[in-house]
T-cell receptor
Framework: DTGVSQDPRHKITKRGQNVTFRCDPISEHNRLYWYRQTLGQGPEFLTYFQNEAQLEKSRLLSDRFSAERPKGSFSTLEIQRTEQGDSAMYLC???????????????FGPGTRLLVL | GENVEQHPSTLSVQEGDSAVIKCTYSDSASNYFPWYKQELGKGPQLIIDIRSNVGEKKDQRIAVTLNKTAKHFSLHITETQPEDSAVYFCAASMLALAGNQFYFGTGTSLTVIP
């Protein structure tokens, strides 16, 4: 399978614990995005990387959240001191980069569903 | 920032009938409009997209229309089948060298009744 993969698919944690999610983008896609999706809502942008550089962060990304893409391939999203309000589906997407005229479609992974008790 | 509204939130149609989902956007600078289908427990899957220099695009039973003046775009599914049942999301984006976050609508839950 050459699509976007995410691990784990499900995570249950207690409030106050730290969690880390991993995303592996489609090979050679140099843009990687993180979104959060709560029940009954569309995905909301969190942050995005071009190669290893984190170029944009949403105000939704509080200081408890940190994302990395150290080698420009896979990415991790860490949530520290989790709160019940962090319960959501965390989606990763990737896209190729080629300038204004190139396709910028984002391809989504299956998501990591987080439940904070 | 961009605001995308989507209607209806739920839609039930008989198998074989057509389904139409409508979205409006607020930022006239948006120039790329993808539609995603999301099945339970899965990530969104792109089904069709349209750029602002095109008024309509069709792919088999699925079509999308765009009215830039009115800032709205619609998804049309013809000859619906039970496997079309899912949640559909529209999105708007401004393609730019600096990246393009997608602004999503709130989704439409489509049920196709056999």
């Amino acid at each position: 399978d050459t699509g976007v993969s995410q691990d784990p698919r499900h995570k249950i944690t207690k409030r106050g614990q730290n969690v880390t999610f991993r995303c592996d983008p489609i090979s050679e896609h140099n843009r990687l995005y993180w979104y959060r999706q709560t029940l009954g809502q569309g995905p909301e942008f969190l942050t995005y990387f071009q190669n290893e550089a984190q170029l944009e962060k949403s105000r939704l990304l509080s200081d408890r959240f940190s994302a990395e893409r150290p080698k420009g391939s896979f990415s991790t999203l860490e949530i520290q001191r989790t709160e019940q309000g962090d319960s959501a589906m965390y989606l990763c997407a990737s896209s190729p980069h080629g300038g204004l005229s190139a396709q910028e479609t984002q391809y989504f992974g299956p998501g990591t569903r987080l439940l904070v008790l | 920032g961009e605001n995308v509204e989507q209607h209806p939130s739920t839609l039930s149609v008989q198998e074989g009938d057509s389904a139409v989902i409508k979205c409006t956007y607020s930022d006239s600078a948006s120039n790329y409009f993808p539609w995603y289908k999301q099945e339970l427990g899965k990530g969104p899957q792109l089904i069709i997209d349209i750029r602002s220099n095109v008024g309509e695009k069709k792919d088999q039973r699925i079509a999308v229309t765009l009215n830039k003046t009115a800032k709205h775009f619609s998804l049309h599914i013809t000859e619906t089948q039970p496997e079309d049942s899912a949640v559909y999301f529209c999105a708007a984006s401004m393609l730019a060298l600096a990246g393009n976050q997608f602004y999503f609508g709130t989704g439409t839950s489509l049920t196709v009744i056999p």
